[in-house]
């Protein structure tokens, strides 16, 4: 079984910041590759950024030097702190977690229901 839950999301003016949080109910947590993404209004589901098992990263374009993703394995817990803020970043945020190891567990993407972050003067 796999349950995450986000959180951290609201209302900030651009340049500004704010930090996602997403607990995960996984078992082995450790093992899950998780990843943030986001969906606007009208527009489809993107990547903004995911961190390995090993904590090797990625990021979308459009964030990268402004937004970090980072890993609490101890509580099972991913975050993403989103500085510097842009009217293009409003969205409704989404955690993610998948697995492509058998032995771990289940595999598939599992998803949260997500946080809307918006971003307005």
């Known amino acids: 079984q796999v349950q995450l839950v986000e959180s951290g999301g609201g209302l900030v003016q651009p340049g500004g910041s704010l930090r996602l949080s997403c607990a995960a109910s996984i078992r082995n947590f450790p093992m899950y590759s998780m990843a943030w993404y986001r969906q606007a209004s009208g527009k489809q589901r993107e990547l903004v950024a995911r961190?390995?098992?090993?904590?090797?990263?990625n990021y979308a374009d459009a964030v990268k030097g402004r937004f970090t993703i980072s890993r609490d394995d101890a509580e099972n817990t991913v975050y993403l702190q989103m500085n510097s803020l842009k009217p293009e970043d409003a969205a409704v945020y989404y955690c993610?977690?998948?697995?492509?190891?058998?032995?771990?567990?289940?595999?598939?993407?599992?998803w949260g229901q997500g946080t809307q972050v918006t971003v307005s003067s």
């Open positions: 993610n977690a998948n697995n492509r190891i058998s032995y771990v567990g289940v595999t598939g993407d599992f």
């Open positions: 961190i390995t098992r090993t904590s090797i990263t």
